[in-house]
C-alpha cells in the first residue's frame, strides 16, 4: 500500500474509502454509477429542500427566507410573459409594454421559454386570450395561472436534475486514467451547495458546459472544449474566463495552436446560440448587457459591504471601472504565477482560480454562483477537508443571505447589518483560502513526491 504523502494529490480522499469497497468483488456498481446515484439522491433531497415553498407556490414572502426555500422560477414565470408563451426576445409593442425583457443570457432565456411550453403543453394548452386582455399584475391570482406555477418548477427541476446527472458524468470521464480517480467527483455529486442551490435559477445548464470543458481539454481537444466554454458564455457569462486558463497553459507548453482553436470553438458556439435572438430583437438581445452595466452594488459583494459600513453610495460606473481593473490584476497575476510554476496547474485549478476572482470582485454574488465554482473546485482539490472548510462557508453566507432579505438580522436599532456583512467576510474568505491552497500546490518543495497527474495534463495537452 503506497505512502499517502507519496500518492499526493493523484487519488482523493474518497478514493481510498470507496475504492476498496467497490473492487472487493466484480459488482454492477461502478464508480460511475454509484456516483450517478449519489447525485440523484442529492438533487431529489434539494428538490425535497424547497417542499415547504412549492406547497405554498411560493406565496409565503416570510416562509421562502425562514426555510430557505426560496427560487426565481416561479416569479419570473409571471413576470416575464412565460406564462402568455411570449418569446423572450420579441420586439411586438404590446408585449414589451407587458413585460421586461429576461435580464439573462439567451440560453436562459431559451430554456426558461421551452420549460413554459412543457408547462401549457401539460396542462392541456390552456387558451391565451384571458391572459392577455388581465393585467400583468393580476396574472398571479388568475386559477389558470396559478394552477402551473408549481408544474413549471417542476418541469425545470426535472431537466436540471438530468443537467446535474450530465455533468457529474463528464466530470467523471475527465478522472479516468492517470489524471485522477473518478471518486474525486463526489465531492460534486454529494455537495450540499448542489442540493440547496440548484433550484434557485438556471445555472445549471452554464455549470454542465463547464463540466463539459473539463472533459474536452482532459481529452486533448481544445476545439471541442472551445465549444463548451462558447455554449456555456451563452448561459452565463463566467465561462468566458476558463479561456484564460487555456492561454496559460498554451504558454507553458508552447502550443498556440490550441488557443487558435478553443477561441475558435468559443466563438461559434456563442454566435450560433445567440443568432436567433440577435435577429429576432436586437435591441431585446442587449438587455443583459445594459441591466449589468447599470446595476449597483448588490447581494453578497464587498462592494455592499464597503456602502453599508461606510454610508457612501458608489455609482454603477466606479463599480464596473474598479471591479474590471481588480479583476484584470487578478488575471495578470494569475498569468504571472501560472507561468512561473514549478509544476504545471491544471485547466480547473486555473478556471477556479480566476473564476474565485471574479466572484470577488463583482458587483452582485447570489446564492446559487457557488455552482459555478463547484466542479471546478472538486477537480482542483479533491480533498474532503478542502471541501468541506469551502463549501461550509459558503454555506454560512447561503444561510445568512436568506435571513439577512428576511429581516431577521436586522439589529434592536439602527439599520447595520454585521451578521450579514460577517457572511460575506466568511463566504470571500473561503474562497481566497481555497485559492491558496490550489496555488501552493503549485510550487511543490524541492525533492518531493512530483504528482504524476499534473504531469500527466501537461502531457495529454492538445498540439
Known amino acids: 500500500m503506497p505512502d499517502r504523502a507519496a500518492v499526493g494529490d493523484r487519488v482523493g480522499d474518497a478514493d481510498l474509502v470507496l475504492r476498496p469497497v467497490i473492487h472487493a468483488g466484480r459488482t454492477w456498481w461502478t464508480p460511475l454509477r454509484v456516483l450517478l446515484a449519489v447525485t440523484a439522491v442529492t438533487f431529489a433531497l434539494g428538490m425535497v429542500q424547497k417542499a415547504g415553498c412549492y406547497s405554498k407556490t411560493w406565496e409565503n414572502s416570510e416562509g421562502r427566507y425562514v426555510q430557505m426555500c426560496y427560487s426565481d422560477l416561479p416569479y419570473l414565470y409571471t413576470g416575464r410573459g412565460l406564462a402568455e408563451l411570449d418569446w423572450p426576445y420579441s420586439d411586438d409593442a404590446q408585449t414589451r409594454s407587458r413585460y421586461e425583457v429576461m435580464e439573462y443570457p439567451v440560453g436562459i432565456a431559451y430554456w426558461a421559454w421551452g420549460a413554459a411550453w412543457v408547462t401549457h403543453w401539460l396542462k392541456g394548452s390552456p387558451p391565451m386570450e384571458p391572459r392577455h386582455e388581465a393585467a400583468t399584475d393580476q396574472l398571479w391570482s388568475m386559477p389558470a395561472v396559478h394552477a402551473e406555477i408549481g408544474p413549471y418548477v417542476a418541469v425545470n427541476a426535472l431537466g436540471f436534475a438530468i443537467l446535474a446527472l450530465a455533468a457529474t458524468w463528464l466530470l467523471v470521464l475527465s478522472r479516468r ?42 481529452r486533448g481537444r481544445p476545439g471541442w472544449a472551445g465549444v ?66 447599470s446595476r449597483g452594488a448588490d447581494l453578497g459583494s464587498l462592494w455592499l459591504v464597503a456602502q453599508q459600513v461606510t454610508g457612501h453610495t458608489f455609482t454603477p460606473h466606479t463599480i464596473n471601472v474598479w471591479s474590471w481593473l481588480l479583476f484584470g490584476l487578478w488575471c495578470a497575476l494569475t ?129
Open 335 to 463: 498569468l504571472a504565477v501560472g507561468l512561473a510554476a514549478r509544476r504545471t496547474p491544471t485547466f480547473a485549478e486555473l478556471g477556479f482560480v480566476v473564476v474565485a476572482g471574479f466572484l470577488i470582485v463583482n458587483k452582485v454574488y447570489s446564492p446559487q454562483y457557488v455552482l459555478w465554482l463547484l466542479p471546478l473546485a472538486v477537480i482542483a482539490r479533491p480533498r474532503w477537508r478542502e471541501q468541506a472548510w469551502w463549501q461550509g462557508a459558503e454555506f454560512a453566507y447561503f444561510a445568512l443571505v436568506w435571513w439577512y432579505l428576511g429581516g431577521f438580522l436586522a439589529p434592536g436599532g439602527g439599520d447595520q447589518q454585521p451578521f450579514y456583512w460577517l457572511g460575506i467576510l466568511v463566504r470571500v474568505a473561503g474562497e481566497l483560502w481555497l485559492v491558496g491552497r490550489i496555488v501552493h500546490g503549485w510550487f511543490p518543495r524541492v525533492g518531493s513526491a512530483r504528482d504524476p497527474e499534473r504531469a500527466a495534463d501537461l502531457a495529454s495537452s492538445p498540439s
Open 228 to 293: 463548451a466554454i462558447g455554449l456555456g458564455t451563452a448561459m452565463k457569462l463566467y465561462p468566458l474566463f476558463l479561456l484564460g486558463a487555456i492561454v496559460i497553459l498554451a504558454w507553458r507548453a508552447r502550443r498556440w495552436p490550441a488557443v487558435g482553436l478553443a477561441f475558435l470553438g468559443a466563438g461559434l458556439s456563442w454566435l450560433l446560440v445567440n443568432a436567433p435572438a440577435m435577429l429576432g430583437g436586437w435591441d431585446e438581445w442587449k438587455v443583459f448587457w445594459s441591466f449589468n452595466s
Open 177 to 218: 486514467g492517470p489524471r485522477g480517480s473518478p471518486w474525486d467527483v463526489l465531492w460534486f455529486a454529494a455537495s450540499p451547495m448542489l442540493l440547496v442551490t440548484g433550484l434557485v435559477n438556471w445555472d445549471l445548464l452554464a455549470v454542465t458546459c463547464v463540466a463539459a470543458a473539463i472533459f474536452a481539454w482532459s
